[in-house]
Every structure is written in C-alpha cells, then in structure tokens.
C-alpha cells in the first residue's frame, strides 16, 4: 500500500486502524466488568455536577438499607478525602480515589484503588465519580449501570445543555427535591420533557437525601439490578 | 477538559502503531468524531497542538472528520429528528443512536525509508 514518491524520497505509508482512540480505556473496562461479574458485584458510576448531592445520595441510601445490601464506594475528586471519609462515617467502606488535575476517573484509575480496596464482601460497589457533567461521561469504568444526581437548583435546562452524560444514564435522580417550594419556577414537567428528548428510555426519580422522599424507589432499582447483578453472565438479562 | 487525555491515549496509539511498523515519521492522523460524543472537536484541536511537541507527532497534522448525531427507530429505521422525544412516534420503541458517538481513529499516515 505504498505511495512512491520517487527516489530517496520517503515513502508515506497509510495505515488503516479504525480503532476507539479510547480502546485501552476499554479494554481496562472490560478487565473490570469482569471482575465485578465474578463476584456478583453491581458496580453503579454516580455522576453529577459538584454539589448535585452525589455524596448526601450514599448516606440517605446506607441510613435506608440498614445493612440489606452491603455497600462499598471509591470516591473520585481532585482533591481531598473528604467524601470518602463522610461515607465511612456513614457506614460504607470508602476509598478516595485522588485524580490531581483530571476532570474525570477513568477504568485505570477504578482498576488500580480496587485493587487495594476489600470489594470481595460486597453487593454494591458505588463509584462516586468527579462532580462534572461533562468528561466524566466520555470513560467507561467497567460500571453495570450509570446514575446521575441532577438537583432541582441546577435548572431544567441541563439535560439539553449537558446531552451525553443524560443519553448514557440508566437512571436520573432528581436530587434537592426538597427545595422545591422555594423554586417556583422549575417545573417537573419541564425536567421530563428535557430528559425525554436526549435519553432514550428515560428514569426520573425525584430524590431527597433530606426529607427520604424517593428513598423507595430508589432501594427498590437498586435492589433490581443488583438481582440482575447475580445472574450468571450467560443467561443474557433482557430489559 | 478530557480532551488532553484523548490526545494522550491518541498519541500513544500512534507511538505504538509507529514502533510496531518501525516508522521514523508520522505525516498526518485522521480521526473521525461525533457530535454526540462529548468530544469538543477545537478543544480536541487545541490539545493536540499542545501534547504533539516532541513526540513523534511533532510534525504530523491532525484532520477531524465530524460525523453528525443520528437518532432512528432500531424497528422500522425511521429518523428521529434532533431535539424531539427519543421515541419512534411509530413503533413506540426508544430510539438508537445510530451515529455520532464516534471517538475513531482512522489511519495514520506514515513515513517510512526508501530503501
């Protein structure tokens, strides 16, 4: 497949690769998926801007489950430990997973603090990722399924402005609820409808860490997948 | 900015490709991504331009194809327009994203000695 250019000119090979510039990414996904699997573990990426209540979201869930399902968390952040160390004092085993300047983990990152991380007794492990409602969505981690706390003060406008990390959400929390009737103007209607238009099949539970309103039907996904989780790899799970 | 890591995984592909094909000199890399992505197509651009110096892309140019985001009905094919309900109004069935989630890279052209 040499073009020649002539004589003692260098010859420019094309070389097709057509390949995901992310493959090594996923082959690292893939390498976690299947650890997860084997364990019958159910690995859930929780995304979310800083401050959607990601973090308030473990605690409600753990203070709920009182133990039904055991949890387990990596939390990711740029810095600090101080996720991690509130899910601890919740009663999750947590690691922090410090990321310095990146905006995102990515399936390396994950793969690396699991392996200093007692996952092997778990039901759930929860992968608290960056607070970022864009680059977080571009890595797989190796996760079962991806859940993003969107909190009622952000806005009804962000499934539109924000449309990859909703299209590849398996469940959106709608976190703060509790606000709401200090929020006249956000409509849950209109928060729907947003979501309709970039996820395809979409999951909306309005959520309050404060109150526990959606608590139920949250523990109650969870505990589905988690179920599903548990099924041998080759009997294929059909939605 | 994930766009740095994208070139990195990037740069590194070809690195290895280059090595495998004991090539002195890359002349130029096409990658094809989608408008559903995530990737922003200048940031990409930008970050390029900064983590090429002295690797072995130093002197390659990097030419990005866009492939435009498609939704359609995965029974009866039919396309979804952007910006309405996920749902073919048809089949009742959710829609698939058909194209534009592409992170590619298509081919590299290298240099190689004339001997």
Request: net charge negative; aromatic share 4%; proline share 6%.
């Amino acid at each position: 497949m040499c073009e020649t250019r002539g004589r003692g000119e260098p010859d420019v090979l094309p070389v097709e690769v057509q390949d995901r510039i992310l493959s090594g990414n996923d082959r690292t996904a893939r390498h976690n998926r299947e650890h997860f699997a084997e364990k019958g573990l159910l690995a859930i990426n929780l995304m979310g801007s800083p401050g959607a209540g990601k973090t308030a979201v473990l605690e409600a869930t753990a203070r709920a489950l009182k133990g039904r399902l055991r949890l387990g968390a990596l939390a990711g952040d740029l810095e600090t430990d101080r996720d991690a160390q509130r899910l601890m004092r919740a009663g999750i085993p947590s690691l922090s997973i410090t990321t310095g300047s990146a905006c995102h983990l990515d399936a390396e990152l994950v793969h690396r603090a699991l392996h200093g991380f007692p996952a092997a007794d778990l039901d759930v492990l929860f992968i608290e990722n960056v607070g970022n409602l864009v680059c977080p969505a571009v890595y797989d981690l190796g996760q079962a399924a991806n859940v993003v706390a969107l909190s009622v003060t952000e806005g009804e406008d962000k499934p539109a402005k924000y449309p990859v990390m909703f299209r590849k959400a398996d469940l959106v929390l709608l976190t703060k609820t509790d606000l709401l009737p200090h929020l006249p103007e956000i409509r849950l209607e209109t928060i729907e409808d947003a979501l309709s238009r970039v996820m395809p099949s979409p999951r909306l539970i309005p959520f309050s860490a404060r109150t526990g309103a959606g608590l139920e039907a949250w523990l109650e996904w969870l505990e589905a997948r988690q179920s599903a989780a548990l099924r041998p790899a080759a009997s294929p799970v059909t939605a | 900015m994930h766009e740095y890591s994208i070139v990195q995984a990037l740069v590194e592909r070809v690195e290895a490709e280059a090595a495998r094909l004991g090539v002195a000199a890359v002349h130029r890399l096409r990658v094809r991504i989608g408008e559903a992505s995530g990737v922003e197509i200048e940031l990409l651009q930008t970050a390029y331009g900064v983590f090429r110096e002295r690797t072995l892309c130093e002197n390659a140019e990097l030419s990005i194809v866009p492939v435009a985001a498609r939704w359609q009905c995965p029974r009866c094919l039919a396309e979804i327009p952007r910006g309405s309900i996920l749902r073919c109004p048809e089949c009742a069935v959710p829609a698939r994203l058909s194209a534009g989630d592409e992170i590619f890279l298509d081919r590299i052209e290298m240099e190689v000695a004339n001997v």
